[in-house]
Antibody, heavy 122, light 108 residues
Framework: QVQLQESGPGLVKPSETLSLTCTVS??????????WVWIRQPPGYGLEWIGS???????YYSPSLKSRGSISVDSSKNRFSLKLTSVTAADTAVYFC??????????????WGQGTTVTVSS | QSGLTQPPSVSAAPGQKVTISCSGS????????VSWYQQLPGAAPKLLIY???KRPSGISDRFSGSKSGTSATLDITGLQTGDEAIYYC?????????FGGGTTLTVL
């Protein structure tokens, strides 16, 4: 079955860049009408969609990131990545990667990674 | 704020039924499918309902969803202690995806 696994540093200093990778197994990231997404959850808060990418590189981002975020795909390694620049303590969260799929339009987060905790602190 | 409103918490006794609501706008829930996710303590969210009322394989028929106008609901019948979790609704609008604030279910 399709599985997603996040990886990356658990601690990032303020003003630096957060970089995470999501490795996909059990399916090709380049096939199918689905998007690959990043979602985060600050401690004690709800889920926040960060952004989505299609295998052709088309991307969509949450306006709340104020252009600090970028998502890319590496089809050769079957993985996609998130970069978030100029981080602050407000970016401390559990970061999930997920697959966004649907019968007629990708509107359902049907498969999730287990999540990785990122703390922004000096 | 995502524009999807859920009650912060609901509670009911084991064996009972509970309903969780999710309200939005015409451009969000009114125009698009709604999905529901269950997040058990310390775990990643899991898809419960998609396309307003469809269950993925393996999801109990105790969980059901519906939508009317700009609101959606998740019904859980035959409550079990293992259903204690946070439940999120989700939809999209103009290529932006979003979640409700989440509803904590307590099984008394």
């Amino acid at each position: 079955q399709v599985q997603l696994q996040e990886s990356g540093p658990g601690l990032v200093k303020p003003s630096e860049t957060l970089s995470l990778t999501c490795t996909v197994s059990g399916a090709s990231i380049s096939s199918g009408d689905c998007y690959w997404v990043w979602i985060r959850q600050p401690p004690g808060y709800g889920l926040e969609w960060i952004g989505s990418i299609y295998h052709n590189g088309n991307t969509y981002y949450s306006p709340s990131l104020k252009s600090r975020g970028s998502i890319s795909v590496d089809s050769s390694k079957n993985r996609f990545s998130l970069k978030l620049t100029s981080v602050t303590a407000a970016d401390t969260a559990v970061y999930f990667c997920a697959r966004l799929a649907g019968d007629s339009f990708p509107d359902t987060f049907d498969i999730w990674g287990q999540g990785t905790t990122v703390t922004v602190s000096s | 704020q995502s524009g999807l409103t859920q009650p912060p918490s609901v509670s009911a006794a084991p064996g009972q039924k509970v309903t969780i609501s999710c309200s939005g706008s015409n451009s969000k829930i009114g125009s698009n499918y709604v999905s529901w996710y269950q997040q058990l303590p310390g775990a990643a969210p899991k898809l419960l309902i998609y396309d307003n009322n469809k269950r993925p394989s393996g999801i109990s028929d105790r969980f059901s969803g519906s939508k009317s106008g700009t609101s959606a609901t998740l019904d859980i019948t035959g409550l079990q202690t293992g259903d204690e979790a946070i439940y999120y609704c989700g939809t999209w609008d103009s290529s932006l995806w979003m979640f409700g604030g989440g509803t904590t279910l307590t099984v008394l």
